[in-house]
């Protein structure tokens, strides 16, 4: 196990590093039963999710953009059918159809592996709508159309659910109301745990101080009380010195559960944000939900936005200045070769102590891990 303290620039704060938990005298133990109110069986949220579904599988819609100045709209019809969920292989498969006026753009199968899946996100369909469906589904329409955001609109207004798995692939689902389509979002990432629980359900290690329990205690229950954390990030150009541009933005951390039994953490996340520059004002909203499993975990690290700026401002080509104020912490986790969530923290001293814990808890949780010869 290595830790880096450094105040250094591009590094982080704190820097854990798992390679092994299995040394001489340490003693491993089943883990701790799971409560037995743990919530409904894989069957029953696997129907919830259908019948969620079944409601919302066919969405028209108006696609609105500005093309050459002039607003331009076009007539789309998304359709979900063959809805299979199989809760012994945790897939789920569906038929979509997208017909772009009477033209059909996307005829095909798509299947998701429920145990592979790492998040589920939850946009408004005229902020998600293009990354769901590119100029596959809209072949008709340029490509600074489908890259502007700010001037991408459907009426009436769907939602996009979208859920990512471990190579950073996404499946989409649409949904008709932002109420419903975070419930469906709670549904899957609930399908999710249940999934990936019983094959991490493997020993830890008995002779933990703090015990796991404790310890999954203290990150459920000091990320559940930080509340919504408020900063703005600015950017300064280049060439003209004027202000690049400003983005106010609010991040909450929520519902978060911390489960010693299967090693996992379930956590739910708002990020919104006011972006504004020369010729643009875009207003973002999104909700994130995740599963991580400790026992994949790699390395966790801490950083300050300061060493974050100082980063981008020297990679920068268009801005002289990135700054975050007030300053705030990210904990970044790593599973394999990819960064997981980024958890935004508003107080170093808080950050540093879940940095730590979340450290302890992914030791405790792989006291089989065996050390690189090499």
């Known amino acids: 196990m290595k830790t880096k303290f450094t105040s250094m620039p591009a590094v982080p704060i704190l820097l854990f ?84 006026g009477v033209a059909v753009a996307v005829d095909t199968d798509v299947e998701i592996s429920l145990n592979r899946t790492i998040s589920i996100h939850v946009k408004a369909n005229d902020q998600e709508l293009q990354l769901a469906y590119g100029t596959l589904a809209f072949p008709d329409l340029p490509s600074e159309v489908l890259d502007g955001g700010d001037h991408f609109h459907t009426s009436p207004k769907v939602f996009d659910i979208r859920l990512v798995d471990e190579r950073y692939i996404g499946r989409h689902l649409l949904i008709n109301s932002v109420d419903s389509a975070k419930r469906l979002a709670v549904e899957l990432n609930r399908a999710v745990g249940l999934c990936t629980a019983d094959k991490t359900s493997l020993p830890i290690r008995s002779d933990a101080n703090p015990p796991l329990t404790d310890t999954m205690q203290f990150i459920q229950d000091k990320l559940n009380n930080q509340g919504p954390i408020r900063y703005q990030e600015t950017a300064i150009r280049n060439k003209t010195q004027e202000m690049g541009y400003v983005d106010q933005k609010t991040d909450q951390i929520t519902d978060v559960r911390a489960n010693p039994g299967s090693c996992q953490i379930s956590f739910h996340t708002n990020s919104s944000s006011e972006f504004e520059n020369a010729n643009e004002h875009i207003a973002r909203n999104e909700d994130k939900y995740f599963i991580i499993n400790l026992r994949l975990v790699t390395q966790i690290s801490v950083w300050s936005s300061d060493e974050t700026d100082a980063t981008s401002t020297n990679k920068s080509q268009n801005y002289r200045t990135y700054r975050t104020t007030p300053s705030v912490f990210h904990i970044r986790l790593k599973t394999s070769d990819e960064w997981r969530p980024i958890l935004t923290i508003g107080d170093e001293d808080i950050a540093t102590r879940l940095g730590r814990a979340l450290n302890h808890a992914a030791e405790v949780c792989t006291p089989y891990k065996k050390p690189d010869p090499f």
């Open 17 to 100: 590093t798992l390679f092994t938990s299995n040394l001489p005298g340490q003693q491993v133990i089943p883990p701790p039963p799971r409560p037995t109110d743990d919530g409904p069986s894989l069957a029953d949220v696997m129907k919830n999710i259908q019948d969620l579904l079944s409601r919302s599988f066919v969405h028209n819609f108006t696609l609105q953009y500005v093309r050459d100045g002039k607003p331009q709209s076009t007539q789309y019809m998304v359709e979900f059918t063959q809805l299979l969920l199989d809760p012994q292989t945790c897939n789920m498969r569906y038929h979509v159809k997208v017909f772009s």
